[in-house]
């Protein structure tokens, strides 16, 4: 399989303590993000992200497929926050298979897998881990909406999910956050909400709590 039968521009970088002498059991080095950049951005934007949340897992990061007026995102919307259902539906499966061919691809576990988004990749992320929980261990989603409801609701009991917020965010209310949470509780997620004195941006704190939410799961009971 060549690079290009894997469906995405995308990068990928191999755990670090694979080639050095931390080479162990380190559970961290297990660790695949997948990380999924918002509107506008590409494969190289969330680099610096997943390094700093844990810089020895390895990182698959594509660059979404659709271009509004030339930035690329991983869906359709019709405007603002009303999503073009049928190709959200359309691009998650093509994401999920690209999450699966490249486990294959570059050899890593799906179940030790976690997908890092931001905005419009937090949105498809979360569309991911609800219509193809096999391929996601778990989710971290920044300034994520409802993306969808399945009709049939997806039992996630054995998923960890990390919603991060901001209080004053313009694009996402603090209802839809909500509904979110809401959402992914009734699937029977380790679901946890954190507020951030934010707007749609990232600032420092998303970071810091990301990273001391990944060490409890990892620690506590992810592998
Ligand atoms: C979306 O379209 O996914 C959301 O509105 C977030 C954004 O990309 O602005």
Partial sequence: MTINDLGFIHRFIKSSSSSSIARTN????KLTFVLLH????????????GKQIEPAASILSPRGKVLENGMPRFFKRL????FDIEDLKFRTNELADFIQKCSLHYKFDLHKTIAIGFSNGA????STILLHPEVLKGAILFRAMVPLVP???PDLSNKHILLSAGLSDPIVSTKQ???LYNLF???????????????????????????????????????
């Fill in 38 to 49: 918002g509107t506008g951005g590409n494969e190289d934007d969330l680099i610096f992200l």
């Fill in 123 to 126: 949105n498809i992320a979360a």
């Fill in 26 to 29: 380190d559970k961290k080095s």
């Fill in 79 to 82: 405007a603002e926050g009303i």
């Fill in 185 to 223: 509780h009734k699937t029977g997620a380790n679901v946890q909400l954190k507020w951030q004195h934010s707007s749609h941006n990232l600032i420092p704190d998303d970071i810091v709590y990301a990273k001391e939410w990944l060490i409890k799961i990892v620690t506590d009971k992810f592998l």
């Fill in 151 to 153: 009709d049939n609701l």
């Fill in 177 to 179: 956050t909500q509904n």
